[in-house]
T-cell receptor, first 112, second 113 residues
Framework: DTAVSQTPKYLVTQMGNDKSIKCEQNLGHDTMYWYKQDSKKFLKIMFSYNNKELIINETVPNRFSPKSPDKAHLNLHINSLELGDSAVYFC???????????FGQGTRLTVV | GENVEQHPSTLSVQEGDSAVIKCTYS??????FPWYKQELGKGPQLIID?????GEKKDQRIAVTLNKTAKHFSLHITETQPEDSAVYFC????????????FGKGTKLSVKP
């Protein structure tokens, strides 16, 4: 009965590869997010989707592409992975018009 | 855009003592201020929040205060316990808009038994 679930929890891959992280929420929320947490624990918004529509796209390389097949899912695809992409990526969701966010457990991405 | 500053970056207290973490924000339009607790290997978890129409909110050992004029808000944890040890994040946003949470850089709280 996990509210926001991400897969995989750990992802180790080589530079130049393409990888995806999946996120699903069963809270009935309209808005979903991707956050990146760097090695210093700093949390920064990457993308925000409201009802499958992209709302926020912060300064993120276009190698990162979010995809929302329906309002319960928001996947993150990353092309041509670089060493600097190593971080923990968190998916989150919130009800419409409310920014109270519920976070998933995170995906630790390590690029070698 | 919004900028949130959080202090201190690390805080060590003895079990039973109180802990206070302070944040300031820059955008006077921000009206929603949550606090998150992140334990090792887990995602941030909302522990308490406050909206700009109130100055203080309390939930058992945790309280948050907000000073809109000075644009700062604080988290107070009383009677700390070892299980309170974690990284705490403050955040600010405009609730009801299509804005998003802007986080402070976090405070690592260590409670020593």
């Amino acid at each position: 009965d996990t509210a926001v679930s991400q897969t995989p929890k750990y992802l180790v891959t080589q530079m130049g590869n393409d990888k995806s992280i999946k996120c699903e929420q069963n809270l009935g929320h309209d808005t979903m997010y991707w956050y990146k947490q760097d090695s210093k624990k700093f949390l920064k918004i990457m993308f925000s989707y409201n009802n499958k529509e992209l709302i926020i796209n912060e300064t993120v390389p276009n190698r990162f592409s979010p995809k929302s097949p329906d309002k319960a899912h928001l996947n993150l695809h990353i092309n041509s992975l670089e060493l600097g992409d190593s971080a923990v990526y968190f998916c989150a969701s919130s009800p419409r018009g409310v920014t109270e966010a519920f976070f998933g457990q995170g995906t630790r991405l390590t690029v070698v | 855009g919004e900028n949130v500053e959080q202090h201190p970056s690390t805080l060590s207290v003895q079990e039973g003592d109180s802990a206070v973490i302070k944040c300031t924000y820059s955008d006077s339009a921000s009206n929603y201020f949550p606090w998150y607790k992140q334990e090792l290997g887990k995602g941030p978890q909302l522990i308490i929040d406050i909206r700009s129409n109130v100055g203080e909110k309390k939930d058992q050992r945790i309280a948050v205060t907000l000073n809109k004029t000075a644009k700062h808000f604080s988290l107070h944890i009383t009677e700390t316990q070892p299980e309170d040890s974690a990284v705490y994040f403050c955040a600010a946003s405009q609730e009801g808009s299509q804005g998003n949470l802007i986080f402070g850089k976090g405070t690592k709280l260590s409670v020593k038994p």
